[in-house]
Nanobody, 126 residues
Framework: EVQLVESGGGLVQAGGSLRLSCVVSGFTFDDSSIGWFRQVPGKEREGVSCFSSSDGNSYYGDPVRGRFTISSDNAKNTMYLQMNSLKAEDTAVYYC???????????????????WGQGTQVTVSS
């Protein structure tokens, strides 16, 4: 059984930083895609940042490009999202996701991913 468990969310002031972690069990990062998504009430879940090990492509959504960084530690089966210069509009529930790289790359769309975490709340106060 594949399980994804996020941690690292919380309350932070605007301009601050947080690092989200997602430990993945029952799944190997070899030839995989990993990603982070976020959702606010009343809106669709949006892709924040994704990475495909097949072609090495990294995707960043326009609102976070230059501020957020996706990474992984394959030995620990853990993915990370480093979030810097946080803004109030970054407030959301953040979800990690993993997939079997069915498309050979990533456009950070939900359908690319097979497994999801339960979500962690990030709140940025202005």
């Amino acid at each position: 059984e594949v399980q994804l468990v996020e941690s690292g969310g919380g309350l932070v002031q605007a301009g601050g930083s947080l690092r989200l972690s997602c430990v993945v069990s029952g799944f190997t990062f070899d030839d995989s895609s990993i990603g982070w998504f976020r959702q606010v009430p009343g809106k669709e879940r949006e892709g924040v940042s994704c990475f495909s090990s097949s072609d090495g492509n990294s995707y960043y959504g326009d609102p976070v490009r230059g501020r957020f960084t996706i990474s992984s530690d394959n030995a620990k089966n853990t993915m990370y999202l480093q979030m810097n210069s946080l803004k109030a509009e970054d407030t959301a529930v953040y979800y990690c996701a993993a997939g079997h790289n069915k498309y050979g790359s990533t456009w950070c769309r939900e359908y690319e991913f097979d497994y999801w975490g339960q979500g962690t709340q990030v709140t940025v106060s202005s």
